[in-house]
């Protein structure tokens, strides 16, 4: 069994061509069926995110299964192969399991420690998983993935602070109010920019709007947005007084935003007033930082905000990468003892199938055995049974996981002679497989069974 | 007695293992720490409280150093919980508020000194145990309302200087840090005036006028009038918050000094 993935996200592919691969969600029941209808392919998941689009297999044959991974895109989408070939990563074995660690974990994406990705894998696994499209290994290690990207994100800080200059003003705005609700926002100038930081903190719970412009209309355009009210820039120092946090953005040359203009609507205040200053040249007097109880804060202090942050997820994310090669290590060793359950299974079966005919030839030869009887001597020839097996099974886990694994296996299947029953599980598999078959129309998969 | 010390060596390796966990959790956050550390906060306080009913359905009597520290680090104890219980993102002021209820349960088992039965008999009426249970209280309240006051000057620095650090994202806001030092001054001072007023009839009752003699209530006065003032600039609304937190802050040195006073050989109150 091997483990394969193959996509293309927004480090090989621009959003072009992105956006021409992505599967809706009302086709990924129908886009998983085909898949895992494809030749050599027995589990998979698809991930379609705006960012990327991945397919994760599992597949009997590597150049197969990448084959077929491919042909299934081509004809899904009906683009040509030759269209995306070179956007396309495939990733095999260990390096697919790696990768997906990644991916959980927000270290493959856009902004680094985002938290939506794992989301969104658990949801492609389970649509996958409703629809039979996994199996023992993507159950295994789609959870353990999972289980993974929950442990990032609880006992890191990898997601946790702000990313962006906007998002930034409302996280350094919870150091001075613990909530914004009640709170009152400033918004002078009616810029993209303080719109945009106006919004975010209308988004975290600001429920009043104050809008300023030296053009009243554009004023109240911005101020209707918020549900909020507009003035003319005149009856700024009403507004101060009003204000709990001013987001400024206007293009004025000089500082409109003095001491002498601050301090009256200083007087009596009790809660800090918070002061973002988004224009260049700047609209706030740097002075006014030091009055007690004024915090300002202009665009370059910010953007120090987002780059220690950025740099702080930086670092988290080094701790995620060691975690990351042990949970790898750990899949693959489960992975390697995994060959061994059919022999296990084929072995017990083997032994059983004796038990049961002795038990049988014991019936027949002593006719006048109880009910009772017979269940003790059931139970002790399962129990003479049991005990037999249960050192060679202990010994070839061991074996499993070590580099003499497939010398190991051999010699066991030949000691204990299963190959008639691993032929006879590998013909009722292929048997299953083949109920279900594809027939491509037109581009499109349809199904007949 | 072995029995007891045993106990109390355990609840200060609990409170301490609690401790490191918090501690550790503020430098590098993990949940598992946090869990841990607040796992064995629940542990410290459940043992407290039930050596606090064991002793109180029995012989207990808040009446020896040993039970008024125990009981003051309890009611901080309990304080930080529910705080824990009712906010969020207030992890350094249960830390600091913790240290100083570790503080107070390590000095008071390493200088237990065992009273007398009938210097315990004496004091033994219903007045003094309110007067002490209303006093523990409001030590307690304003103890926290001085780490709240702390913290608050810390986060205050912070962002005048522009620190955007870890220190930083862990400490409450500042509007918080400011009701919560308000909020406890005012329980604080009225459990203190009661507190007061229930000791002087007490004692009066006692030992008549004589207890003017006593430094620690010339001492407890001065405490009352300083928490009162502050809270008075508070309520006329003339001083800025940032000064009230450094006299709020300060304010703590008067608790202390009134416990000092309470070691003193003139003074009679020997069990706080």
Same mark, same amino acid.
């Given at each position: ?58 597949? +009997?044959? =590597?150049?197969? %299964? &990448? ?7 081509? #004809?899904? @989408?009906?683009?040509?192969?030759? $269209? ?23 270290? +493959?994406? =856009?902004?680094? %420690? &985002? ?7 658990? #949801?492609? @696994?389970?649509?996958?998983?409703? $629809? ?318 | ?272």
């Amino acid at each position: 069994m091997h483990i394969l993935v193959v996509g293309l996200n927004h480090k090989t592919a621009k959003v072009e061509l992105r956006e021409r691969f992505a599967f809706s969600p009302s086709e990924l029941p129908m886009a998983l069926r085909t898949l895992r209808d494809m030749k050599s392919i027995m589990e998979g998941v698809i991930v379609s995110t705006c960012n990327r689009m991945e397919i994760y297999v599992v597949c +009997d044959q =590597l150049h197969t %299964g &990448e084959y077929y991974t491919k042909a299934f895109l081509e #004809s899904w @989408f009906r683009i040509p192969i030759e $269209e995306f070939q070179d956007h396309l990563y495939v990733k095999q074995n260990q390096q697919a399991v790696n990768h997906l660690f990644h991916v959980v974990a927000g270290l +493959d994406s =856009l902004v680094i %420690g &985002e938290t939506q990705i794992l989301g969104q894998v658990r #949801s492609a @696994f389970l649509t996958s998983q409703a $629809e039979k499209g996994t199996g023992t290994i993507f159950n295994s290690l789609f959870k353990q993935a999972i289980t993974l990207g929950k442990r990032v994100h609880t006992e890191t800080e990898i997601g946790q602070n702000a990313v962006s200059v906007s998002y930034a003003a409302v996280e350094l705005g919870k150091k001075m109010f613990s909530s914004f609700r009640n709170k009152t926002i400033l918004l002078v100038g009616a810029g993209e920019m303080g719109e945009l930081t106006a919004k975010h903190f209308f988004a975290a719970g600001a429920t009043d709007v104050i809008v300023l412009n030296r053009t009243l209309e554009k004023a109240q355009e911005v101020a209707a947005r918020f549900h909020g009210t507009a003035l003319s820039l005149e009856q700024l120092g009403e507004a101060l007084r009003k204000a709990d946090i001013v987001v400024s953005s206007t293009g004025a040359k000089k500082p409109i935003l003095t001491k002498s203009v601050l301090q009256p609507a200083l007087r009596h205040r009790r809660s800090p007033l918070f002061l973002i200053d988004i224009a260049v040249p700047r609209d706030i007097d740097p002075a006014v930082h030091e009055l007690d109880d004024v915090f300002l804060y202009d665009i370059d202090d910010l953007q120090g905000i987002v780059d220690a942050n950025l740099s702080l997820r930086q670092h988290e994310a080094e701790k995620v990468v060691a975690w990351i090669e042990k949970e790898t290590e750990r899949f693959q060793q489960w992975l390697q003892t995994l060959g061994v359950v059919p022999l296990i299974t084929a072995l017990r079966n083997k032994a059983l199938a004796v038990q049961e005919e002795t038990m049988a030839r014991i019936e027949r030869k002593l006719p006048d055995l109880t009910e009772k009887e017979k269940r003790v001597l059931r139970k002790h020839t399962k129990s003479i049974v049991n005990q037999l097996l249960r050192d060679p099974i202990v010994r070839i886990k061991e074996l499993a996981s070590t580099s003499t694994r497939d010398e190991a296996l051999e010699l066991f299947v030949q000691i204990f002679a299963l190959e008639e029953q691993l032929r006879e599980k590998e013909t009722q598999q292929a048997l299953a497989k083949e109920k279900s078959t594809s027939v491509l129309v037109d581009g499109k998969v349809s199904l007949s069974t | 007695m072995f029995v007891e010390r045993w106990f109390y060596d355990f609840l200060i390796y609990l409170y301490a293992l609690s401790l490191l966990m918090s501690f550790s959790d503020l430098l590098y956050p993990n949940v598992r720490s946090r869990r841990l550390s607040m796992g064995l906060l629940i542990a410290v306080w459940i043992i407290q409280s039930t050596s606090f009913i064991v002793g109180l359905f029995s012989f207990w009597t808040i009446t020896s150093p040993l039970d008024a520290r125990f009981i003051f680090s309890w009611t901080l104890v309990t304080f930080t919980l529910v705080m824990h219980g009712w906010y969020r993102r207030i992890d350094l002021l249960i830390f600091c508020a913790n240290v100083m209820g570790f503080v107070i349960l390590v000095f008071h088992v390493f200088t237990i000194s065992n009273m007398s039965y009938e210097s315990a008999q004496m004091l033994l009426t219903e007045l003094g145990f309110v007067h002490i249970s209303l006093s523990i209280l409001s030590y307690a309240a304003f103890s926290l309302s001085s780490i709240c006051s702390s913290l608050y000057l810390l986060n205050n620095y912070l962002l005048k200087k522009k620190k955007w650090n870890r220190l930083l994202r862990r400490l409450p806001s500042l509007d918080r840090l400011q009701v919560f030092s308000r909020n406890l001054l005012l329980v604080g001072i009225p459990l203190f005036f009661i507190a007061m007023l229930l000791g002087f009839m007490w004692i009066y009752q006692l030992m008549g006028y004589l207890f003017w003699n006593d430094l620690k209530i010339l001492f407890s006065i001065f405490v009352f009038l300083f928490y009162g003032f502050i809270l008075t600039q508070w309520v006329r609304n003339r001083w800025h918050v940032r000064r009230i937190a450094w006299w709020n802050s300060l304010a703590i040195l008067t608790i202390f000094l009134n416990m000092f006073v309470s070691g003193l050989p003139v003074s009679f109150h020997y069990w706080f």
